[in-house]
């Protein structure tokens, strides 16, 4: 989702990115980062299972308190275990079998003294009690926390983003992306005329009298900054999509006074849902149901509670981010951020530096739903319009074990990367199978980057490493320098990592030809003397003419 913002910026400026992202574009690193971005010793020997969060709101005060269960294995004898939660927030309590625990501080992470002898193989559980005034978000969901917001009405219309930040900036929990927790419990309290609409599906609600408790029940595992909160004065519809795993719930929650609007866009949802399923499999969350939620930000790619705020019109708030006009032909947050499902919350980054997972496969899925309804062409021209909001300043991968991401191009060159991967497959059948694959072979795990280059070069046959160091860990981009005089063609690439030598399709006198260069020059004789030579547009790559 992140990069939207700086997508922006670059369409109204044409300054560095520098200083633009939050935590991508960061070069120094405090011990805060450490203990927020690394498998601590305090975090390594505990595997989450379960978690109960439990908070009622106060919209009035903008107050939040309450509990979050927490329930582990113990995988090594240990007896401190780290929680995180972000200050202002303050941990009340925390027990163990009842008994109150000694907490040690340390900024944002807080070192739990446990007293009962961790035993390899225990199931143990922890009770976190906390409350306070949440940080509240400045540009949501970018910088993220509470969005305390009010709908035309007067209404209290509240939601969490947290991205990037980290979910301790309103629970406390294991704030790190390579646990995650194997299915969860979500209860939250708010005034009576009001409801919370949260990941999963609705249990039951309680009615307190001057408040109500929204029950939500999470089957499947879940990203921390997948987890939010949506607290509005909400109407509902819903219908069931016959997907490849049987039927779907897919239901969705807006502002009642947004209804009609809702209806009529939202039909975008069951559209994506058969592109998706089409390409990448089987929607990943069947159990929990899929929901769109109006929300007072742009929009999140919330676990089974994709967060909507693109105000009913297409593209990117009514724009085309391509150019082309085919970024119309679709309400961007819808397409995005249900792509996300599959690309982050299914298959999601073990480390934050490795979030081209996520973005580079949710951009590229934008093309792929254009080509499953508009064709192979619109598909093209849409992500070769993409190009224009590339950086290239920094490179795709950031610093691991420090919460660093990497550059916002993560989106557009990965996606423009992936398509050119596409070209080098060149057959959509076996394209389609692999992406299908991918969801299938690390289907609800955390993965690292080498293990999606490995998997890629592994299915696709070719030794992809120096494709990935190219367009992952640097920011050249290939270029290939040629020749054309009389009838004889001279290449070479330059520009590049060691041993890159991607084949690369072009067109003599219009036929498609496969060449291989390599950074020596190579000799090619054309049969005629006046030929014309174009590179294959799809590739993303530059080329320079030598005289
Ligand atoms: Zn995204």
Redo the contacts with the bound molecule.
């Keep these: 989702?992140?990069?939207?913002f700086l997508i922006l910026f670059l369409f109204v400026s044409v300054l560095s990115l520098k200083s633009q992202s939050l935590l991508g574009e960061k070069e120094y690193f405090t011990r805060q980062d450490t203990l927020r971005g690394s498998i601590t010793p305090e975090r390594i020997w505990w595997d989450l299972t379960f978690y109960h969060l439990a908070i009622e709101v106060v919209p009035d005060l903008k107050f939040i308190s309450g509990k979050n269960t927490i329930e582990y294995t113990v995988l090594k004898e240990y007896q401190t275990l780290q929680i995180d939660l972000q200050s202002p927030l303050k941990i009340t309590k925390v027990t163990q079998d009842g008994v109150p625990l000694k907490v040690i501080d340390d900024g944002n992470a807080h070192f739990v003294q446990l007293q009962k002898k961790q035993k390899i193989g225990n199931s143990e559980r922890i009770i976190v009690h906390y409350q306070g005034n949440p940080k509240e978000a400045i540009n949501a969901p970018w910088d993220g926390g509470f969005s305390w917001k009010k709908d035309t009405n007067g209404n209290h219309f509240v939601a969490t983003s947290c991205q990037g930040l980290g979910a301790s900036v309103w629970w406390p929990c294991k704030d790190h992306m390579y646990d995650e927790v194997e299915n969860m419990k979500i209860s939250v309290t708010v005034p009576r005329n009001l409801m919370d609409v949260s990941n999963g599906k609705l249990e039951n609600i309680v009615d307190n009298g001057a408040t109500k408790t929204y029950h939500w029940s999470v089957n499947n595992p879940i990203n921390n900054y997948g987890v939010n909160l949506n607290i509005g004065d909400y109407t509902h519809f819903s219908e069931v999509f016959e997907g490849e795993n049987g039927n779907l719930d897919m239901n969705y929650y807006v502002l009642k006074y947004n209804l009609e609007k809702a209806k009529k866009q939202f039909t975008d949802a069951p559209k994506m849902m058969k592109a998706f399923e089409h390409w990448f499999g089987p929607y990943p969350f069947y159990e929990d149901g899929f929901k769109l939620v109006e929300v007072p930000y742009l929009g999140m790619?919330h676990q089974s509670s994709v967060t909507y705020g693109n105000k009913f019109k297409n593209g990117y708030l009514g724009r085309d981010l391509s150019g082309t006009g085919w970024g119309l032909k679709f309400d961007f947050i819808i397409i995005?951020?249900s792509?996300?499902e599959w690309f982050?919350n299914n298959i999601t980054n073990k480390d934050i530096a490795d979030m081209w997972i996520?973005?580079s496969f949710?951009?590229y899925s934008e093309s792929l739903f254009l080509d499953y309804y508009y064709g192979k062409k619109a598909s093209s021209e849409y992500v070769i319009g993409l190009r224009k909001g590339i950086a290239n300043k920094k490179a795709i991968i950031g610093k691991y074990h420090l919460n660093n991401e990497g550059s916002s191009d993560m989106?557009n060159k990965g996606g423009n990367m992936l398509h050119t991967l596409r070209q080098l497959v060149d057959d959509d059948e076996k394209w389609r199978r692999i992406l299908r694959k991918m969801n299938t072979k690390f289907y609800h795990q955390t993965v690292t980057s080498h293990q999606i280059e490995l998997f890629l070069s592994r299915e696709i046959g070719l030794d992809l490493t120096p494709f990935f160091n190219q367009y992952l860990r640097s920011i050249k981009i290939p270029t290939l320098e040629y020749n054309l005089k009389n009838n004889i063609l001279t290449y070479k690439w330059t520009s590049v990592v060691k041993n890159f030598k991607m084949p690369l399709k072009v067109f003599i006198n219009d036929t498609p030809i496969w060449l291989y260069p390599t950074t020596e020059v190579q000799k090619k004789t054309l049969t005629s003397i006046k030929s014309t030579f174009k590179i294959d547009p799809n590739f993303y790559v530059y080329s320079k003419k030598i005289h």
């Design positions: 989702m992140k990069h939207l790619e995005h951020e792509g996300h982050a996520h973005e949710t951009n989106y």
